[in-house]
């Protein structure tokens, strides 16, 4: 089972982060991909993936929330990274949009996107895109670039049917987390006219913890939770649900 998208570099999870790789592993979570958020993120990504070098993968992208007024000498750092070392990085992310909080930033917000969306042709990898308030905006980029060369994963997917349906035939795929197993989701209605073929597992933890663990700190064990969720809901078993999600996280992310 991969968790394709979790802080773990959170300074939630550091008091006890041995414990919580300790239950991962015993859950069955043998991989936990990290998003890069900011430039505080990144050396306590590189610090954990050192020390748990089998288990851990690392992105590298800036998050749409802190694509400050110094944005673009922000990604010439990160650019410079990716020109060295664009091997050690599994995909471009946190990337995307987000009009929840800041909607006066759209435009920075867009370029910062593009660039970065630029990085997964030139190196040849996937996205993971964060999507809040802003499907309208986020599916105009996509459309604009659509191509064979760009992939990725629409990280905590919440959009409709439709949406979904547009994505797929995209060559996009949907990352599903604690909000599936939320009662007023909408995930599973979608999920059973799209199938899992292009859906894989994650938990945004500290973030977004499933049910029963709804509003307290979550983390990469709970993949489990979501798996069992998905196989109730879609009447599959769990081991059913972690081959395909398992299997499209290593085609996706070409592990």
């Known amino acids: 089972m991969i968790d394709t998208h979790t802080h773990l570099d959170n300074p939630q999870l550091a008091e006890d982060i041995d ?15 990290i998003p890069n958020v900011d430039d505080e993120s990144w050396p306590r990504m590189q610090s954990l993936q050192a020390r ?18 110094d944005w673009e000498a922000v990604l010439d750092r990160y650019e410079a990274l990716w020109a060295e070392h664009a091997a050690d990085y599994i995909a471009v992310g946190e990337i995307g949009l987000d009009l929840y909080w800041d909607k006066t930033t759209l435009d920075r917000q867009l370029a910062a996107l593009h660039r970065q969306l630029d990085w997964c042709v030139t ?13 309208g905006p986020t599916m105009e980029v996509l459309r604009q670039r659509a191509c064979p060369e760009l992939k990725g994963v629409l990280h905590c997917f919440t959009g409709s049917t439709e949406i979904a349906q547009e994505l797929i035939a995209m060559g996009h795929s ?8 939320f009662k007023t989701a ?20 500290p973030y977004l913890a499933p049910v029963p663990h709804r509003g307290k700190r979550n983390e990469s064990s709970y993949t489990r939770l979501v798996a069992q969720h ?20 290593r085609r996706i992310f070409r592990m």
């Open 186 to 205: 909408k995930v599973v209605e979608v999920l059973r006219e799209v199938g899992l073929d292009q859906v894989v597992l994650e938990t945004d933890s």
């Open 19 to 33: 414990a919580v790789m300790v239950r991962a592993l015993e859950a069955g979570v043998t991989h936990m991909f």
């Open 230 to 249: 998905l196989a109730d809901s879609l009447g599959l078993t769990t081991a059913e649900v972690d081959h395909i999600t398992t299997a499209n996280a």
């Open 52 to 69: 748990y070098p089998e288990q851990i993968r690392v992105m590298l992208g800036l998050h749409p929330c802190d694509v400050g007024e």
């Open 174 to 181: 949907l990352g599903i987390g604690g909000v599936a197993t």
């Open 123 to 135: 190196y040849d990898k996937p996205f993971s895109m964060h999507v809040r308030e802003a499907w």
